[in-house]
T-cell receptor, first 109, second 112 residues
Framework: KNEVEQSPQNLTAQEGEFITINCSYS?????LHWLQQHPGGGIVSLFM?????KKHGRLIATINIQEKHSSLHITASHPRDSAVYIC???????????WGAGTKLIIKP | SQTIHQWPATLVQPVGSPLSLECTVE??????LYWYRQAAGRGLQLLFY??????ISSEVPQNLSASRPQDRQFILSSKKLLLSDSGFYLC???????????FGDGTRLSIL
């Protein structure tokens, strides 16, 4: 079992739909990251969370430390949101950022 | 502002050839530097990290090596590439004691 599991692996939705991507982890962490990887490969950090909820534009990230679970939500989705969304957790030893395998999101116009 | 440059963006190399990927950071000093690899269908895996010039820690045994000849330069190398070295390589940096939040554009390496 991987230490960071994301679901779904692939998600296709229509423009305007509310999107939820889930991340579960099995290790003790001090922070969780949500990142976006575009088809060209570049990775952009979206959020770093250690508790509660963060919002940036149409993106919302939540984390439940007790349940070891985080969600990334996209409201009013748009084709430009199409990308791979990656969850990664920071373990306070050996500079380890443990990455999920990513969720490939396609938003159709 | 801080930026990170990684090149080349794509690379096709024959088996047995050498490799050198370069990553440079601007706008910060004494960063922690990281090399990650993403094999097809898998999450990114930490290969090397560095907390200072000449200081390299390896996370997984492999056919690759890393060097940090200058404070803001991190190089990933191999003397002889294997087919299994194919993948997406990503450089990142963080402030001392911090977590990687700044990433390069990556290099997609194909070994033929």
């Amino acid at each position: 079992k991987n230490e960071v599991e994301q679901s779904p692996q692939n998600l296709t939705a229509q423009e305007g739909e509310f999107i939820t991507i889930n991340c579960s982890y099995s290790v003790g962490i001090s922070a969780l990251h949500w990142l976006q990887q575009h088809p060209g490969g570049g990775i952009v950090s979206l959020f770093m969370l250690s508790s509660g909820k963060k919002k940036h534009g149409r993106l919302i990230a939540t984390i439940n430390i007790q349940e070891k679970h985080s969600s990334l939500h996209i409201t009013a989705s748009h084709p430009r949101d199409s990308a791979v969304y990656i969850c990664a957790v920071w373990v306070d030893s050996n500079y380890q950022l443990i990455w999920g395998a990513g969720t490939k999101l396609i938003i159709k116009p | 502002s801080q930026t990170i440059h990684q090149w080349p963006a794509t690379l096709v190399q024959p088996v047995g050839s050498p490799l050198s990927l370069e990553c440079t950071v601007e706008g910060t000093s004494n960063p922690n530097l990281y090399w990650y690899r993403q094999a097809a269908g898998r999450g990114l895996q930490l290969l090397f990290y560095s907390v200072g010039i000449g200081q390299i820690s390896s996370e997984v045994p492999q056919n690759l090596s890393a060097s940090r000849p200058q404070d803001r330069q991190f190089i990933l190398s191999s003397k002889k590439l294997l087919l299994s070295d194919s993948g997406f390589y990503l450089c990142a940096w963080s402030v001392r004691g911090g977590q990687p939040q700044h990433f390069g554009d990556g290099t997609r390496l194909s070994i033929l």
